[in-house]
């Protein structure tokens, strides 16, 4: 994770729902911090432990799993 | 029959069914029969596929969202090899016979090239001329040129010739000049074109009731009266308002919204005397969500009947009321008078007491009817199909998929007014009866896979070609793209990077793959848009160059980065690149994947013997496959036997009786009676089965399941039913006047109780039927004695549809109806040899005495106790009221959430005979999917078990939700973890909880997602 002096918030998503609510927002056009990313998930089900860890310990601000 | 004229016959039939309209029937039909080995023409006289149903926000009962559920029913069609989707295309006529049909098409000029357009969306951003949009119901203005939503297929532009200035005064040819792709053709011209099918699918779909025909409500007068279907648009994320509940006159979030029922919908002065069958769900749901938009918006609903007759709809309709989250007031509405000074509205409706009140809103939404699309009837007047009196292409009872043309079908809003599950199943139900006539020609014009050769990279290092996509402006008006390819190309691995202007486009993907060749690439990452659109294009290009297509990522910094960071250029380039830094560090990683496939049992296994299984068991055998019919009692026909009549002049038992012995004749059907399924292990296209009946139990081999073990009247305990002879069942009526009409023509007062054992507090769920059967009955029993009394306590009518034109003829005919409420149920008492019934008239407010010489309970229609046994053995779950519970209530209502599994008739849910028929036939047409195979491919996306970490600790077992982990002895005899890879959805729980990393899930492996997250 790159660190910037917004807030850095990584998202573990699930490409049948929260990603394609990230795509809905980009087709709509709402605006909003650029300090998210996306990691595509086929089920958010595959979400461990290490991986929110991992996350946090490499600068991560936030996290969201959605799915 | 010999080979040789079986080939003969072979080559008569053409092997394709043309659809005729693309909303969810038409979209459902074209994919079950795609699905089921049979070339597709969908055709679509508007320029996208979709429907209404792409219009809407959400579905009720679940409340979920539209496009969302949509979305990969369309992608499907998209990307399916055997389906033609021939939009903006108009039906001119049709010759020939069934099998071998010749529709003649006429393909309208877009003015655009399909091949050259990549919907970049900057022709409509330049264009200069702002038209009303019949997408959003008029509510914004789109341009002359044009995609109705951005999700649209094909994602094709089109300019609207009535409103491009070009068109109309020759001048401008604005779209021309920005076009990058030069994709304008404005000579274009309309091409005629004729097609030969076997069969033809009508699912032209409905018309909105135009609302201004009721004058009274002041649509198109007064700007805050909506009509439903534009209130939909306001309410959705994706429309005009982004969601935002707002005023038409000022742009105000409203504080009180009143719904008026039943607008252009049972109204025999316009003529439309049917009921439009999903207004009342749909004010419901609209109502629900506009209160979780704002608690402070009020909701009112004025209605007549609440129609909340399909599965999960009542349950519905109670959260509703509870609470007062959404007020119902039972009221016709004469009129709506606008106050000038601030734009509300005053409704005047009467009270329970009689009395009159005024009501003042800030907005009026009208739930308008649903209406014969004109398009349909002149397709209907062209290719000889009739009408019925309605104006809707008029089916066959009990055969409502069919026309009065042999092989021409109809489905979905075509045939009636009708929700979307409804549709669906209809949609497969015509596919079903469509495919069952070129059963012969099955697989004779579907298209092969080609099978492209594969370079081994497993010796190779990683070389990563990344493709940055300008996508017109979209991208590069905010992210520097150039910048971007250059951050690439420094990253480790890369051998090449690029940026391009649309990286979608054909001229470009050809260019990507001679660079995979001339750089050698083994890996690609495409920084564009969004995986959920663009990577089939993306893998398919890689297939063709040779690599494995799952050696391929997107970055997607297009809706997740310029769309959504357009005023901070260089923070979102910032964004690109890291973004393409984390598929590029995914896709060192990335492995090559293969699909597996393993042989399907061709034939199917039907549980239960009425109406719906032997519908189902017969379909099978028309299609061509085998199929073992198992019922539990020693007689076939189940409730449909004594079903003498129904409203429509159909009688379901002389029916059933010729199809008893149809399926009894058919040698593909084996018929196991007094026989119980004991257990059902395998997987979809391979499963195993024990039958035990009084001789043993023996085992089969089938490649799906169809449950269809239907259901029962319920027995009451109240209302003197089983303690006094005069009280008896709707059914036991229905008996009484076939088998004894002298008996019954002696009836002078018959009095009707309905929601016996339906819409109570522990079977909070309507049972469909009764109505239209209590309908029924009291008609007959007037054709029998015109002057018997019938008196009808009910507390909604729910005859929907096209039903209401019985209940129409019944009121006309002198039956009375008294409306209850739940918390005043009628009383029975005896009263000397005959029966006394008091009910308090909600409507007159005032008690009412009916003696009886008769008292009929409109008795409710319960799940069959032994479904119980039957969930456990096959391991399928069953609904809080114990009917089984199908995958999706809107989208998939005929197949179970495990694959092979399929579910039908009564054993659903309440649903009348017809309808368990075209449920069972629809059943079957999803199974075809199956057992039309002969080797089903499984996912490659599946999890893998690593031998050397497992330690059969069963975890993983405990953790996935679909059986596809079990600890087993494998070849070795050790225990371990074995995958069923055709259970595995991929999603990854047991590389959760499996405590050695042994599971783990192909393409979503820990070092390959740990990879991004570190990046």
């Given at each position: 994770m790159a660190s910037d002096d917004?807030?850095?918030?990584?998202?573990?998503?699930?490409?049948?729902?929260?990603?394609?609510?990230?795509?809905?927002?980009?087709?709509?056009?709402?605006?909003?911090?650029?300090?998210?990313?996306?990691?595509?998930?086929?089920?958010?089900?595959?979400?461990?432990?290490?991986?929110?860890?991992?996350?946090?310990?490499?600068?991560?601000?936030?996290?969201?799993?959605?799915? | 029959m010999t080979q040789k004229t079986r080939l003969t016959a072979q080559a008569e039939k053409t092997g394709s069914v043309t659809v005729i309209g693309s909303g969810i029937a038409g979209i459902q039909a074209a994919l079950?029969?795609?699905?089921?080995?049979?070339?597709?023409?969908?055709?679509?006289?508007?320029?996208?596929?979709?429907?209404?149903?792409?219009?809407?926000?959400?579905?009720?009962?679940?409340?979920?969202?539209?496009?969302?559920?949509?979305?990969?029913?369309?992608?499907?069609?998209?990307?399916?090899?055997?389906?033609?989707?021939?939009?903006?295309?108009?039906?001119?006529?049709?010759?020939?016979?069934?099998?071998?049909?010749?529709?003649?098409?006429?393909?309208?000029?877009?003015?655009?090239?399909?091949?050259?357009?990549?919907?970049?969306?900057?022709?409509?951003?330049?264009?200069?001329?702002?038209?009303?949009?019949?997408?959003?119901?008029?509510?914004?203005?789109?341009?002359?040129?044009?995609?109705?939503?951005?999700?649209?297929?094909?994602?094709?532009?089109?300019?609207?010739?009535?409103?491009?200035?070009?068109?109309?005064?020759?001048?401008?040819?604005?779209?021309?000049?920005?076009?990058?792709?030069?994709?304008?053709?404005?000579?274009?011209?309309?091409?005629?074109?004729?097609?030969?099918?076997?069969?033809?699918?009508?699912?032209g779909g409905l018309e909105l009731f135009d609302a201004r025909r009721k004058q009274e409500y002041g649509y198109g007068r007064w700007p805050n009266v909506i009509t439903s279907l534009q209130y939909e648009r306001m309410l959705s994320a994706a429309g005009p308002f982004r969601g935002r509940?707002?005023?038409?006159?000022?742009?105000?979030?409203?504080?009180?919204?009143?719904?008026?029922?039943?607008?252009?919908?049972?109204?025999?002065?316009?003529?439309?005397?049917?009921?439009?069958?999903?207004?009342?769900?749909?004010?419901?749901?609209?109502?629900?969500?506009?209160?979780?938009?704002?608690?402070?918006?009020?909701?009112?609903?004025?209605?007549?009947?609440?129609?909340?007759?399909?599965?999960?709809?009542?349950?519905?309709?109670?959260?509703?009321?509870?609470?007062?989250?959404?007020?119902?007031?039972?009221?016709?509405?004469?009129?709506?008078?606008?106050?000038?000074?601030d734009d509300s509205l005053c409704i005047t409706y009467c009270e329970p007491d009689r009395s009159l009140r005024d009501e003042t809103y800030d907005m009026v939404v009208l739930s308008v009817g649903l209406c014969p699309n004109p398009s349909t009837v002149q397709l209907a007047k062209v290719i000889g199909v009739p009408l019925n009196e309605q104006g809707f292409i008029a089916s066959q009872p009990l055969d409502i998929v069919a026309t009065a043309k042999p092989g021409v079908y109809v489905c979905g809003g075509a045939q009636g007014p009708k929700d979307i599950p409804d549709s669906v199943q209809q949609g497969s139900s015509a596919a079903a009866q469509a495919t069952a006539v070129l059963a012969d020609s099955r697989g004779s014009l579907v298209a092969v896979p080609r099978s492209l050769p594969q370079r081994d990279v497993s010796a190779e290092a990683p070389s990563i070609g990344v493709f940055v996509c300008h996508c017109g402006v979209n991208i590069a008006g905010v992210v520097d793209v150039e910048a971007v390819a250059d951050f690439a190309r420094k990253l480790s691995?890369?051998?090449?990077?690029?940026?391009?202007?649309?990286?979608?486009?054909?001229?470009?993907?050809?260019?990507?793959?001679?660079?995979?060749?001339?750089?050698?690439?083994?890996?690609?990452?495409?920084?564009?848009?969004?995986?959920?659109?663009?990577?089939?294009?993306?893998?398919?290009?890689?297939?063709?160059?040779?690599?494995?297509?799952?050696?391929?990522?997107?970055?997607?910094?297009?809706?997740?980065?310029?769309?959504?960071?357009?005023?901070?250029?260089?923070?979102?380039?910032?964004?690109?690149?890291?973004?393409?830094?984390?598929?590029?560090?995914?896709?060192?990683?990335?492995?090559?994947?293969?699909?597996?496939?393993?042989?399907?049992?061709?034939?199917?296994?039907?549980?239960?013997?009425?109406?719906?299984?032997?519908?189902?068991?017969?379909?099978?055998?028309q299609q061509g496959f085998e199929a073992t019919l198992v019922e539990r009692t020693a007689?076939?026909?189940?409730?449909?036997?004594?079903?003498?009549?129904?409203?429509?002049?159909?009688?379901?038992?002389?029916?059933?009786?010729?199809?008893?012995?149809?399926?009894?004749?058919?040698?593909?059907?084996?018929?196991?009676?007094?026989?119980?399924?004991?257990?059902?292990?395998?997987?979809?296209?391979d499963f195993t089965s024990q039958i035990a009946d009084k001789n043993g139990s023996r085992s089969i081999s089938h490649g799906v399941v169809v449950v269809a073990t239907g259901g029962q009247e319920y027995k009451p305990t109240e209302y003197l039913y089983g303690r006094h002879p005069r009280v008896v069942t709707q059914k036991e009526f229905e008996d009484l006047l076939q088998a004894a009409p002298e008996k019954a023509k002696q009836l002078q007062h018959v009095t009707m109780i309905q929601c016996v054992g339906s819409r109570e507090p522990e079977f909070l769920y309507c049972s469909r039927v009764c109505c239209t059967a209590a309908v029924k009955n009291s008609l007959q029993l007037k054709t029998i004695n015109p002057d018997a009394q019938i008196s009808v306590l009910y507390r909604d009518i729910r005859t929907f549809g096209f039903k209401e034109t019985a209940y129409l003829q019944a009121r006309r005919q002198g039956v009375r109806f008294y409306r209850f409420e739940l918390d005043r149920k009628p009383e029975v008492t005896r009263h000397a040899d005959t029966l006394l019934v008091s009910v308090f008239d909600a409507q007159l407010q005032t008690t009412v005495q009916l003696p009886s010489d008769l008292v009929v309970l409109s008795a409710a229609i319960r799940p069959r106790p032994e479904s119980r046994e039957l969930a456990e053995t096959l391991r399928l779950p069953l609904d809080e009221d114990g009917f089984f519970m199908e995958a999706h209530p809107k989208l998939r209502p005929l197949d179970f959430a495990a694959p092979g599994f399929f579910l039908c008739g009564l054993a659903q849910g309440p649903k009348f005979a017809d309808e368990s028929i075209s449920q069972a036939r629809g059943a079957v047409s999803r199974a075809l999917a199956v057992l039309s195979r002969k080797k089903i491919a499984t996912d490659s996306m599946i999890n893998r078990v690593d031998a050397q970490l497992c330690r059969a600790c069963g975890e993983c077992e405990k953790a996935c939700c679909f059986e596809a982990i079990k600890v087993k002895q494998v070849d070795s005899g050790r225990q371990q973890a074995v995958v069923t890879a055709a259970q595995c959805t991929g999603c990854g729980v047991c590389n959760v909880a499996c405590p050695t990393g042994a599971a783990s899930l192909a393409h979503y492996k820990d070092e390959q997602i740990n990879r991004m997250i570190e990046d």
């Open positions: 917004q807030p850095q918030i990584l998202a573990f998503v699930c490409n049948w729902c929260a990603y394609a609510g990230a795509d809905l927002a980009g087709v709509s056009r709402i605006q909003y911090p650029t300090g998210v990313r996306l990691i595509r998930l086929m089920c958010t089900g595959r979400v461990n432990h290490g991986f929110l860890l991992k996350a946090f310990l490499k600068g991560a601000d936030g996290l969201l799993v959605s799915g | 079950d029969v795609a699905s089921s080995g049979f070339r597709v023409h969908l055709v679509e006289e508007k320029a996208n596929v979709g429907g209404v149903m792409a219009q809407l926000d959400k579905t009720f009962p679940t409340n979920d969202c539209s496009s969302c559920m949509m979305g990969p029913k369309i992608a499907k069609l998209a990307t399916h090899p055997d389906i033609e989707i021939l939009a903006y295309t108009d039906v001119l006529g049709l010759n020939g016979e069934p099998g071998r049909f010749q529709v003649t098409l006429k393909k309208k000029a877009r003015a655009v090239d399909p091949q050259k357009c990549v919907a970049c969306n900057i022709c409509a951003e330049k264009c200069p001329q702002k038209v009303p949009d019949p997408f959003n119901m008029h509510l914004q203005p789109r341009k002359a040129i044009y995609i109705p939503y951005p999700q649209a297929v094909p994602l094709v532009y089109t300019i609207d010739k009535e409103h491009c200035i070009y068109f109309k005064k020759g001048k401008c040819r604005v779209c021309e000049k920005v076009c990058n792709n030069k994709a304008i053709l404005f000579d274009q011209e309309d091409e005629i074109i004729t097609l030969e099918t076997g069969a033809l699918i009508l699912a509940i707002q005023r038409l006159s000022d742009g105000q979030r409203p504080g009180r919204i009143a719904w008026i029922q039943c607008v252009g919908s049972r109204d025999s002065h316009l003529g439309n005397d049917y009921c439009s069958s999903v207004c009342c769900m749909s004010a419901t749901k609209q109502a629900m969500i506009t209160r979780e938009h704002s608690l402070d918006i009020d909701t009112t609903i004025f209605f007549i009947d609440m129609r909340a007759h399909g599965k999960g709809f009542d349950r519905f309709y109670e959260r509703s009321a509870s609470d007062n989250t959404v007020r119902y007031v039972r009221s016709l509405i004469s009129r709506v008078v606008p106050n000038p000074e691995n890369v051998t090449y990077a690029t940026h391009c202007m649309f990286a979608c486009s054909t001229d470009q993907l050809r260019e990507m793959q001679q660079a995979i060749s001339d750089h050698q690439l083994n890996r690609v990452v495409v920084a564009s848009c969004t995986p959920r659109t663009h990577e089939p294009i993306f893998r398919k290009t890689l297939q063709e160059a040779g690599l494995n297509p799952y050696l391929f990522e997107l970055a997607n910094i297009r809706e997740h980065d310029s769309w959504v960071h357009q005023a901070e250029p260089e923070a979102a380039t910032q964004k690109a690149k890291e973004l393409v830094r984390m598929s590029v560090s995914r896709a060192r990683l990335l492995e090559p994947l293969y699909e597996g496939s393993y042989e399907v049992v061709q034939s199917a296994l039907v549980i239960g013997g009425g109406l719906a299984g032997l519908s189902a068991a017969l379909s099978f055998a007689e076939l026909g189940g409730n449909a036997r004594t079903l003498a009549y129904t409203e429509d002049g159909s009688s379901p038992a002389r029916y059933v009786q010729d199809l008893i012995e149809e399926v009894e004749n058919q040698p593909l059907i084996t018929v196991c009676k007094e026989a119980q399924v004991t257990s059902t292990v395998g997987s979809c296209g």
